[in-house]
């Protein structure tokens, strides 16, 4: 009972603490609605039924050159998430409690891990941009770099919950850790770890444009520019085209998840 208290206290004195930092007030939220409206009514143009295909048109004046960075951003988000992926993949065995029984490794592994993902991927990027330039290779690192910290935690947690007796097996026919990894381990955690791949690809094409409002290429670097110039029309355009290729890329994963999901339980 004395324990549920205490969450309890610890819960509210956290949100109590998280409203007067945030400053989550009603009062402001309704105060500063009319000037959230009046932004996003300012983005969206004028189209008249008459000319309905001539104002889309002038609306999206520079789709060839927008679908362009935003294959960019694609391309940047698909690289880093495989370069991430491998990392996590090779890192996480280790970083297991019930695979490696060295401790120190794997408290390294760990400590890695959570070093890798504590930083967000804009910070990684404008560290990146300063190091390299302005393009899509910092980008393709911050992306990477985060993300084998995040899927390394979730491919270790998916580890430690495996059936151990296949482990058990290997280890009794003399098969050494690598062995009990490649016939033990692997095939047990494969669809979850493809599953959890493809989640993180989601996660990363926003990702990818978000960090080129810092110069690491894509169309969120073309967002940036037509938010600092106050080219209202072209913020709703691109957001909107955005919006559009991420739920078309939600989809496409959820079904691929789907049938992957659908195989492994055959």
């Known amino acids: 009972m004395w324990k549920t208290v205490t969450f309890g206290l610890i819960f509210l004195f956290m949100l109590a603490g998280s409203i007067y930092v945030g400053e989550a007030r009603l009062s402001t939220l309704i105060e500063g609605l009319p000037g959230l409206f009046n932004y996003i009514g300012d983005t969206i143009p004028t189209i008249r039924r008459e000319s309905i295909l001539t104002d889309i048109g002038s609306w999206y004046w520079g789709i060839g050159k927008w679908m362009g960075l935003l294959l960019d951003t694609l391309f940047i988000a698909f690289l880093g998430t495989v370069l991430g992926t491998v990392g996590a993949f090779l890192i996480c065995f280790p970083a297991s409690r019930n695979l490696m029984s060295t401790f120190w490794i794997y408290f390294i ?36 770099i985060h993300c084998a910290g995040a899927l390394g935690k979730l491919f270790s947690e998916v580890n430690e919950n495996i059936d151990m007796e296949p482990i058990e097996g290997v280890r009794a026919s003399g098969g050494n850790w690598f062995q009990i990894i490649r016939f033990a381990v692997v095939p047990q955690i494969m669809p979850n770890f ?11 094409v926003r990702a990818a444009t978000v960090i080129g409002f810092v110069g690491a ?28 290729t991420v739920c078309l890329i939600d989809i496409s994963c959820e079904k691929i998840r789907h049938a992957m999901i659908g195989k492994a339980s055959i």
């Open 109 to 144: 592994c760990r400590r890695l891990m959570e070093i890798a993902r504590g930083v967000p991927e804009i910070v990684y990027a404008l560290i990146f941009v300063f190091s390299f330039g302005i393009g899509p290779f910092p980008g393709v690192l911050a992306i990477a």
């Open 194 to 204: 493809m599953s959890y791949a493809l989640l993180r690809f989601e996660i990363n």
């Open 217 to 244: 290429g894509g169309i969120g670097q073309e967002l940036m520019f037509v938010i600092r110039q106050f080219v209202y029309p072209d913020i709703s355009a691109i957001v909107l085209l955005i919006m559009t």
